[in-house]
């Protein structure tokens, strides 16, 4: 599954409009936009910034952005406008030099100064769009913004509340007209084992009458549909439940599931049971061999003893000697110390038996990963059906 160029920013600029940000610029590869304070929350991750102007109540002052859908086009539009620009330039620099007339605009105001500019020369070469910078960043299939903007918009979008337009005779009408209130919701069905399959089912249930529709957004698409509820309309109470409601679409859902043919999952239990015996065949071998006894030895505790045992303390044999001349002091010591015994010498490992005790750490770590193996293969090929509700509203209709 994949999307173009297009599609991407027919479902970005949605979005933007939907959170109303302001569009600067548009072109088919190309838009540049204001974000508004919510997109900016949703989309530029400053916390610290927005916790500052809610608790100090300054201005906010949010970020623009130039989202790029198609660049390879968006590259080439750039260098056209930058080769036009330079030959307009070049030829009014030839005209005013032969004509020794100044090409300014008429009625142009004069470049203002800056403090940057009086001091250091600095001034900026282009007219910034915005109070500020503007990041350029390419939203194509795949790419980071974009997943981001998806998650915005199934987090901001996962339950809405909308309320169905009236005709304006309906305004100045006597009586008022009546909702009558729907549970819609959206679901994502997967059909997954090597393979996988999505499929999308938007059904409604009246909370009046419990009637249930399969085909519920082709419903709503014919509609105008609003979060403010209209003059002159009456909003029924609902008679069934959200959980009540909830609970039949997903027993219808799981109905129609039912009736599906599923040969797929049949096919792939094959698939599985060949890989299983290809994985099972080729660690057979390894862990049907025989492994080599272990000997082992003990030492008795005088053994331990013996090579633990600290040598008894020698006399300190010490000879001081005192000679008084005058106000000095002088103090001899002999000392002697016995030499430590030398350390017991270790002795050599049998090659045999460290070879033994190796071959049963490789035969663990095979049987592990032969374990391993097996579950991977189970999970990748068994046949299963995940069904998530990725959306879900309450809608007014007439």
Known sequence: ??????????????????????????SPAHVTVKLSPEADKALTNRPYYWGFVERTGAPAETMSFTFVFDPEAYKQAIEAAE??????????????????????????????????????????????L?????????????????????????????????????????????????????????????????????????????????EIIEQFGAKLNRRDLSPRLAENMHAQAAKISLSTAGAALESHLTNRLLELDYGWAEQAKERLALELDVVDTYYEAVLREEMPEIETTSTTDSDNQRAVSTPEPFPLRTN???????????????????????????????????????????????????????????????????????????FHLR
């Open 320 to 394: 001081v000697t005192t000679d008084y001349a005058g106000a000095n002091h002088r103090i001899r010591e002999d000392v002697e110390l016995a030499a430590e015994p030398a350390a017991p010498l270790e002795t050599e490992a049998d090659p045999e038996q460290e070879k033994a005790k190796q071959a049963v750490i490789d035969r663990e770590a095979m049987k592990l990963q032969y374990e391993t193996r097996r579950t991977e293969m189970i999970w990748q090929y068994e046949p299963k059906v995940k069904v998530t509700a990725i959306s879900s509203g309450m």
């Open 130 to 210: 915005g109070p500020g910078r503007i990041l350029r960043e390419d939203v194509v299939y795949g790419s980071r913004r974009l997943q981001q903007i998806f998650d915005a918009a199934r987090e901001g979008g996962a339950f809405v509340n909308l309320f169905e337009q009236a005709a304006k005779r309906q305004l100045r009408a006597t009586a008022p007209a009546v909702y009558e209130p729907w549970l819609g919701v959206c679901f994502k069905v997967e059909f997954a084992c090597d393979l996988k399959r999505e499929e999308l089912h938007f059904l409604g249930i009246s909370l009046r009458s419990g």
């Open 1 to 26: 599954m994949t999307m173009s160029p297009h599609e991407i920013q027919a479902y970005v600029l949605t979005y933007l409009e939907a959170l109303d940000c302001q569009i600067i610029e548009r």
């Open 83 to 128: 080769a036009t620009a330079a030959q307009a330039s070049s030829s009014n620099g030839s005209g005013a030099a032969s004509g020794g007339t100044s090409t300014s605009i008429p009625g142009a105001e004069p470049a203002k100064e800056t403090i940057l500019g009086r001091y250091f020369g600095i001034t900026p070469s282009l007219p910034q």
